[in-house]
């Protein structure tokens, strides 16, 4: 087995890192919120955010060596925000839904 991709931040570069990758749906239903990992130490951390009608479904993902936690929250009148960072490109966040 490969050692794990850890910097992964969409379906289009895991296909491009993970040749054998099977994707059924809409890979990218998840937005990435924000990620930091390092390959040397082993770690990954992630925020991944789901919309949906009445507000946000958010999962935290930490990863270290070949043991992963996760937590999930629904979070309710909010939506996910597309902006951009002028160094880093896109940037989301979680902000208020306006009905």
């Known amino acids: ?7 992964n931040t969409s379906i289009r570069a895991a296909k491009k890192a993970v040749p054998d990758i099977k994707v ?3 890979g990218d239903t998840w937005k990435l919120i924000c990620k930091a990992s390092s390959k ?6 992630s925020t ?6 009445t507000g946000v479904v ?3 993902t930490t990863q270290q060596g070949d043991h992963v936690a996760e937590a ?4 309710p ?10 160094d880093e490109g896109i940037e989301r966040r979680i902000g208020k839904r306006v009905i």
């Not at 087995?1 to 910097?7: G, I, P, R, V, Y």
């Not at 040397?40 to 951390?45: A, I, L, P, Y």
């Not at 009148?77 to 002028?86: A, E, N, S, T, Y």
Request: aromatic share 6%.
């Open 58 to 60: 958010i999962q935290v």
């Open 40 to 45: 040397s130490e082993g770690w990954m951390k």
């Open 1 to 7: 087995m490969n050692e794990k991709t850890l910097s």
């Open 72 to 75: 999930l929250v629904f979070v």
């Open 24 to 26: 059924v749906g809409d």
């Open 77 to 86: 009148g909010v939506r996910i925000i597309d902006g951009c960072h002028p």
């Open 48 to 53: 991944k955010a789901m919309d949906v009608d």
